[in-house]
């Protein structure tokens, strides 16, 4: 199978199956001497991990990361950092309950990749989606944590700002909050709400989408290119690349379609320090694909878990109709563990675009031009 690969010069290629005895991934294009050590890496996984609360899978998996290459002891400083060659990454499974989906072999559950899958290859890993699972998404959290070390001064932080129909209190928005629940929520009221509406969701089997909400700050102006390298168009993609992602906006999103050209235009003035200040950032820190140097603003929609306890209607790959119920552990609400998911995903478009930069035009700014 091709296209595991994502990214120009930071480059990262993910491999393995949801039941499979390990998942891993290389990074390619990390430049030398950054400190990277597998703590680093584990930190960000643990936000990810499985299991943590009622409301998520209780698949019981440690994602306990290994580096097996690209790191080397700096005689000068006695620390670990990478040395430029390819990065290699590797988590074992180690709580795989293959025969969950023994009834479903030869059966497509609706809503998941099984009969497209099936009908590309002529075969499928029908154990936890194999390579369509959520499962692979630990190491774009993995590779994502050394992305964080490639741009000086970046600051990507998610959170979840709806569940089903019910948004938060944007009034209320508090990172600290983020880290206080288990739903990533910047609004404590809201998720004090969600429990109690996931319970239910929960309870009756079923499950239900939410929207997730990246923040990219320190992003230098200039990362981007057009037309064809935009950076936004690169968000997307690496947004939509996620399980379960069916709609990414950037800014205001669709909401600009309903804004008047007063309303929508981040006007500027020079700051403090003689560079341009905008007064709003309704663009969400992208302007011709090109980063402006504000916040990057990045949403994305997750479907509800397609795995639900209640039967529908689908067919067989024999050409049967058929029920499905599907047995196993699954999130009643998929978005929750998306949000580390996302932040990882934008970090590694900011390194790569950050080192395209680099490479093309040097660190310094063009701006100001004489006068």
């Known amino acids: 199978m091709s296209h595991n690969s994502f990214g120009h010069l930071f480059r990262i290629t993910t491999f393995g199956e949801s039941h499979g005895p390990a998942i891993g991934c290389v990074v390619d294009g990390c430049p030398p001497r950054i400190p990277l050590t597998e703590a680093d890496i584990q930190a960000e996984l643990d936000r990810r991990r499985p299991g943590q609360s009622r409301f998520t899978t209780q698949r019981r998996e440690p994602d306990t990361v290994r580096i097996v290459s690209g790191v080397f002891t700096d005689e000068r400083t006695g620390k670990q950092v990478t040395t430029g060659t390819p990065i290699g990454l590797v988590i074992e499974n180690v709580d795989q309950r293959s025969k969950d989906y023994g009834e479903i072999k030869d059966r497509y559950r609706p809503g998941h990749a099984d009969f497209t899958y099936d009908v590309k290859y002529g075969i499928r890993d029908y154990r936890g989606g194999g390579r369509a699972s959520a499962r692979e998404t630990a190491m774009r959290v993995a590779a994502g944590a050394i992305a964080r070390k490639v741009v000086p001064g970046l600051v ?63 992003v230098p102006a200039g990362l981007g290119a057009p037309v064809y390298g935009k950076l936004d168009a690169d968000l997307a993609a690496a947004l939509m690349s996620i399980n379960a992602v069916k709609g990414v906006e950037i800014g205001e999103g669709f909401e600009a379609a309903a804004l008047t050209g007063e309303e929508n235009a981040d006007e500027m003035r020079l700051g403090n320090d003689g560079k341009p200040l905008f007064l709003s950032n309704h663009a969400g820190g992208i302007l011709g694909g090109i980063s402006t140097g504000q916040p990057v603003v990045a949403r994305f929609a997750v479907k509800p878990t397609s795995s639900i306890l209640n039967p529908r209607l689908s067919v067989d790959r024999y050409g049967h109709e058929a029920d499905v119920l599907t047995k196993g552990r699954h999130d009643p609400c998929v978005g929750i563990r998306a949000v580390p998911v996302g932040e990882a995903m934008v970090a590694c478009v900011m390194a790569d675009h950050y080192l395209r930069h680099r490479g093309q035009v040097g660190q310094s700014s063009s701006w100001p031009f004489p006068a």
């Open 156 to 218: 990507v932080r998610g959170a979840l700002v709806q569940i089903g129909p019910h948004k938060i209190d944007r009034g209320n928005w508090d990172w600290e909050e983020v880290g206080r629940n288990p739903f990533f929520c910047p609004d404590a009221k809201a998720a004090a709400f969600f429990a109690d509406y996931l319970d239910g969701i929960r309870k009756n089997g079923s499950s239900i989408g939410a929207v997730i909400e990246i923040v990219a700050e320190g």
